[in-house]
Structures are given as structure tokens and as C-alpha cells.
């Protein structure tokens, strides 16, 4: 019977894990493209880093959000939010 929940099986798991890597993938392909340094998580692990989100920038950057501009250090990606 797990194995067949749509939501919280095991086939369901692994698909959501490929996704939130696929985004990872994605995001650091994004910030190669726009010359923006940074380390990754596994980078960061290697290191011996106690804090690892997905990218840690090497500078951090101004993000506009409305109509105000955000300081960004690091992204935590997040593929998927919340539950179905």
C-alpha cells in the first residue's frame, strides 16, 4: 500500500528529490551564465562548512522585491513549497 501512495510513497520521494536536483542544477546554471561566484553545498561540505545552503555567493548581490532591493548572501533552493 505504500508503494502505491501518490503522495507519501517511496516512488514519490525520489521523484521530489530529482526535482529539488534538477532545480539545483538549474539555478547554478543561472548564475554561471550571469558571472555571478559562488560555492555550492557539496563545495561547502568539502570545506567543512557547519552552514550549507544550496549556494553560498562569494559577493552578495542586491535582488529587487517590489519596489525595495533585498541584500542576498545565500539561496536555499526550494523546487517544491509546502504539501499537496
Known amino acids: ?6 503522495l507519501y510513497g517511496p516512488s514519490h520521494d ?5 526535482v529539488g536536483i534538477e532545480y539545483e542544477v ?3 546554471e543561472m548564475l554561471k ?3 555571478i561566484p559562488f560555492e ?6 568539502d570545506k567543512g562548512s557547519a552552514r550549507t545552503p544550496d549556494i553560498l555567493l562569494q559577493c552578495p548581490i542586491g535582488v529587487k522585491v ?6 542576498v548572501c ?10 499537496s
Open 74 to 83: 545565500w539561496i536555499d533552493s526550494k523546487a517544491m513549497y509546502g504539501d
Open 40 to 45: 555550492t553545498e557539496s563545495q561547502l561540505r
Open 33 to 35: 551564465s550571469m558571472d
Open 1 to 6: 500500500a505504500l508503494d502505491a501512495d501518490p
Open 14 to 18: 525520489r521523484w521530489r528529490h530529482t
Open 26 to 28: 538549474a539555478l547554478e
Open 66 to 71: 517590489g519596489s525595495e532591493w533585498r541584500v
